[in-house]
């Protein structure tokens, strides 16, 4: 039963290119949940998806950032026109609609680096 | 302001030594509560959760957390840590009408002296 997996884990990219983050949740697990987690600081939630639903985006920043979750495939994360700034760990979590979105079960995440 | 508060960064024990790690919440209802590890490089596993009932909870690995309603404290507790407990251990928040979004403290790291 393999957990969730996020490729790449390690992602380079220049000043203004797009960087593209995926996430597969585990089987059976239909929430998506996408965190970030910069240098030395604890992770700060971003957004939380259902299939083909942006349920809660309060923590997306207003540009340049989007996630979507489509009815097959993975969850993926999309910042475009990349800044230093974004350097960062970004992790995915998922959740079985059965035992609610509490239970959230974390992949290896992706660290972007942004020269 | 609401927060997750780990006031320790850094605490260093010895092998074999009990542990306590601190988490400090500042919501006006009780939030559900949790305890994850990070090993490095990789993501985070579940220690334990509280959301009700006995307020100590007992998770993997031999932890223990202790939620203290007056305090608005939820302790991590080890009573011998062992060297393969060094990792980075955070305190997250679930806020009931915030359904999905878990609020993280900053982190403690904790490094074991042989």
């Known amino acids: 039963n393999a957990g969730v997996m996020q490729n790449p884990r390690h992602l380079v990219r220049r000043r203004g290119q797009e960087a593209r983050l995926r996430c597969s949740p585990m089987?059976?697990?239909?929430?998506v949940y996408w965190y970030r987690q910069l240098p030395e600081e604890g992770l700060k939630f971003m957004v939380y998806?259902?299939?083909?639903?942006?349920?809660?985006e309060s923590g997306m920043p207003k540009e340049r950032f989007s996630a979507e979750f489509p009815k097959e495939g993975p969850s993926i994360l999309r910042i475009q026109q990349v800044v230093r700034g974004d350097s960062a760990a970004y992790f995915c979590?998922?959740?079985?609609?059965?035992?609610?979105?509490?239970?959230?079960?974390f992949g290896p995440g992706t660290r972007l680096t942004v020269l | 302001a609401q927060s997750v508060t780990q006031p320790d960064i850094h605490i260093t024990v010895s092998e074999g030594a009990s542990l306590e790690l601190r988490c400090n919440y500042s919501?006006?209802?009780?939030?559900?509560l949790f305890w994850y590890v990070q090993s490095p490089g990789q993501g985070l596993q579940l220690l334990l959760k509280?959301?009700?009932?006995?307020?100590l909870v007992q998770g993997i690995k031999g932890f223990e957390a202790e939620f203290k309603r007056s305090q608005s404290s939820f302790n991590l507790r080890k009573p011998s840590v062992h060297w393969s407990d060094a990792a980075e251990y955070f305190c997250?928040?679930?806020?009931?009408?915030?359904?999905?979004?878990?609020?993280f403290g900053q982190g403690t790291e904790l490094s074991v002296k042989p």
């Open positions: 979590a998922s959740s079985n609609p059965g035992t609610g979105f509490w239970e959230q079960f």
């Open positions: 089987k059976g697990h239909s929430h």
């Open positions: 998806l259902q299939k083909e639903n942006i349920i809660d």
């Open positions: 919501y006006g209802a009780t939030p559900y």
């Open positions: 509280y959301f009700s009932g006995d307020t």
């Open positions: 997250a928040v679930g806020l009931y009408n915030q359904g999905g979004k878990l609020i």
